[in-house]
């Protein structure tokens, strides 16, 4: 048992084994805190229409909202704080800690270590490579009491002095990212790795169900000699990509421009034509050679006792704009629809309205959750919808535009003989009639992310 301190309606973090140093004091058991009710303002009641997300949006963000943040907003996912910058609440919080495992798992399965870097650099390292000003005034750039540089290094966490941020999450002044660098003693070796990091980005994205498209890029302002994008597919994207008909090669518009003979090659080998589509840009790899290894020294030491500059790979995947854009794509104008995986709680359990054979629903629904509860791929994962001043039917709506995956509503088919739960498959578009060791088996199967 543990001891929750809520403070003046904000839902608190702090939880407590004894005695509690603040007002209100309450306790519960493990599973009931997993309730609609006590979970931050999104679910507490019904979320606020369209209309009404629009109309209190239109001082804070004056531009058109893209699908996702007006969702977002509407489903109080997220809140704005300033220009291009968000609170990021529970749910979404949820959401994107297990992106983060899934990344992990991914990245450990190719053999990388994770560290932390600080956010805060000194600009002499950023003036060594000339990227202090290669990178302009996006480098959020600001001075300590002695009047020495520093800058807020894009980096992990990033921060971008971006011009006219736009579309909540997606283009941002402060955002997340995972950054990967690679360092081999040979440019074969670095190839291999940077195939290795590429094939191990196009698997975490298919198991996430993303239609997301390998694209020829320009190296841009990292330089190097190689690099791809991963860009999914969606109209609000910014970048036009260039797509054969036949073999579905795809390059960059960008890259077309500035390297025409990109283009050409890959034409005489195929019969294929171009096609213009436009897409949002997830991740991007770059082969970069010895570039950044010669200035800073990063250096190798070879068997035959000669030293060299070390091949280096870059590498970035967009962790809150993957999120976001995903959203973007799978949902309709009042659905949510994450990436099934990444739902921040997977199944939630609807009990009667209030007068109906309240008590008895409720405990039922309890006992339930506690079960499911105990499965150690389902922690954390299984709500309880007890908003009972709402019928069953209105929270069945307002559930699946949360977009959560499995609906479990204990109506008054538990009252037969043989007790009956309504089950609904939310992405599958599928309901049936379930016992309830039939529930407890198939969500036995579901895969889920623990966090
Ligand atoms: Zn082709």
Not at 368 to 379: F, T, V
Request: glycine share 6%; with cysteine.
């Amino acid at each position: 048992m543990v001891d929750i301190i809520k403070v003046k309606g904000l839902y608190s973090m702090c939880v407590r084994r004894h005695a509690p140093l603040l007002t209100t004091i309450e306790r519960y058991y493990h599973a009931k805190h997993l309730r609609t009710s006590r979970m931050f303002p999104g679910l507490v009641s019904s979320p606020p229409t369209r209309q009404q997300v629009d109309k209190s949006s239109r001082s804070q963000f004056p531009e058109t909202l893209c699908k996702s943040q007006k969702l977002m907003l509407q489903m109080g996912l997220i809140q704005g704080a300033a220009a291009g910058t968000f609170y990021t609440l529970p749910l979404l919080t949820r959401s994107l800690e297990k992106l983060k495992r899934v990344i992990d798992r991914t990245m450990q399965n190719i053999g990388a270590q994770k560290v932390t870097t600080p956010c805060l650099a000194p600009a002499s390292i950023w003036k060594a490579s000339d990227r202090w000003d290669v990178m302009g005034s996006e480098l959020l750039k600001l001075k300590d009491r002695q009047e020495k540089d520093l800058c807020l290094a894009p980096i992990g966490r990033k921060f971008r002095d971006e011009m006219r941020p736009k579309n909540g999450l997606l283009r941002g002044r402060e955002f997340e990212m995972k950054d990967l660098y690679t360092f081999d003693a040979s440019l074969k070796e670095a190839e291999v790795s940077y195939n290795e990091v590429c094939e191990a980005y196009l698997q975490m994205f298919k198991e996430l169900h993303l239609d997301i498209v390998k694209v020829e890029a320009d190296s841009g302002a990292m330089g190097g000699s190689k690099s791809h994008e991963y860009q999914l597919i969606s109209e609000i994207g910014e970048d036009t990509i260039l797509r054969c008909t036949k073999c579905g090669t795809s390059i960059s518009q960008e890259l077309a421009d500035s390297h025409p003979e990109s283009k050409k090659c890959l034409q005489e080998n195929c019969p294929g034509n171009w096609t213009e589509t436009t897409g949002i840009e997830i991740a991007h790899t770059f082969l970069l050679g010895t570039k950044y290894s010669k200035i800073f020294k990063a250096q190798a030491l070879l068997a035959n006792n000669k030293v060299v500059d070390m091949q280096m790979g870059c590498y970035g995947i967009g962790v809150s704009r993957l999120l976001a854009s995903a959203i973007e794509v799978l949902s309709t104008e009042e659905y949510i629809r994450w990436p099934q995986l990444l739902a921040p709680h997977q199944v939630c359990i609807i009990s009667q309205q209030t007068g109906h054979f309240f008590e008895e629903s409720l405990s039922i629904a309890e006992s339930l959750q506690e079960e499911l509860l105990s499965k150690s791929h389902l922690h954390n994962e299984v709500i309880l919808d007890d908003r009972h001043k709402l019928s069953i039917g209105k929270r069945l709506i307002i559930c699946e535009q949360f977009g959560f995956p499995y609906l479990i509503i204990v109506g008054k088919k538990v009252q037969e003989a043989t007790p009956l739960f309504e089950f609904v498959d939310v992405y599958k578009g599928e309901k049936q009639f379930l016992s309830r060791e039939q529930i407890v088996s198939r969500l036995s199967q579901i895969d889920t992310v623990v966090v």
